[in-house]
């Protein structure tokens, strides 16, 4: 018997119609262009002369200065807004891009880097479809190859309303003189799923930014990976390798492939 009810759907809308004319700018607003910095490092590092894969490529933010960097990079999106605005940048030709779904891929080649930044694993709305997706990881890794994680720890707290507003939260992201941006967040803790609204504010108007995502608990993650033949080799707690503690709100996992599955 199954009488277990959710109150989501694993389907996620076009994240460029929404986010794509803002995400350059929102990630400025965020300072992300150091933290990508940092990033393309670490994953140059790892991919050597190789070839890499970026799950969730979005606009390119780091796939592009990984191909500049000389790396053979693809990118996969689900987003053909997003890949057309990372296309307008792609000149010379530096990324490989496909449009497709991370929850089920298979280009027919192997990858000696498979990397999956920013989130955007949590764009997965099921823990069927994050499975799905770390199963073509381990099918589309050469043996010797790396997978990267890199998402935000589940951040829980504040849903500190009352009665019908106790699952809501409100957070200010950026003030500036020229604009602002607030979310206000929905948490469903059964099915571990955030519904949010940006409110971007500047003087010319308001738009909204909707984002769903399923998050992942580090441990969760652990345990997934290990159903699909995939072992953590490093966890840290930021892309200098700075080490995970109590206080880190992201960390950056690094899997490889082991000999053994645990059994579903
Ligand atoms: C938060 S953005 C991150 C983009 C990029 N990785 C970066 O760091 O700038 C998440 C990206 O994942 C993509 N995405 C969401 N669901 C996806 C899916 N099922 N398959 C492939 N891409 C997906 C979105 O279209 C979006 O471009």
């Given amino acids: 018997m199954n009488n277990v009810q959710r109150e989501n759907d694993d389907t996620y809308p076009d994240f460029g119609l929404y986010w794509g004319d803002a995400y350059d700018e929102y990630a400025d607003a965020q300072n992300k262009t150091a933290e990508t910095t940092k990033a393309v490092v670490f994953l140059a590092g790892l991919v050597g002369g190789g070839t890499a894969l ?18 053979q990079i693809h990118g996969l999106d689900s987003s053909t807004r997003m890949l057309s605005l990372l296309d307008q940048k792609n000149d010379p030709h530096l990324v490989q891009t496909h449009h497709g779904d991370m929850a089920n891929f298979d280009f027919g080649m192997r990858f000696d880097l498979i990397y999956c930044v920013n989130n955007s694993f949590t764009h997965l709305l099921s823990v069927e479809r994050q499975l799905s997706c770390l199963r073509s990881v381990t099918n589309a890794l050469e043996d010797d190859g790396h997978f990267v994680i890199h998402l935000n720890y589940p951040n829980t707290t504040d849903f500190t309303g009352k009665g019908m507003q106790a699952d809501q939260r409100t957070t200010v992201f950026h003030v500036d003189e020229h604009r602002t941006l607030v979310r206000f967040t929905k948490h469903d803790r059964n099915d571990q799923i955030f519904i ?29 990976t290990r159903f699909v033949g995939l072992g953590l080799v ?7 390798r700075r080490p995970v503690d109590t206080s880190s709100w992201s960390h950056v996992s690094v ?9 579903l």
């Fill in 234 to 240: 490093e966890r840290w707690g930021d892309w200098e």
């Fill in 196 to 224: 949010s609204q940006d409110l971007w504010i500047t003087p010319e108007g308001v738009r909204t930014l909707p984002t769903k995502l399923r998050y992942v608990y580090p441990s969760e993650l652990e345990l997934l």
């Fill in 255 to 263: 899997f490889r492939k082991t000999d053994s599955t645990v059994a």
């Fill in 54 to 71: 970026e799950l969730g490529c979005g606009n390119g933010h780091i796939a592009l200065p990984l191909g500049k960097a000389g790396m």
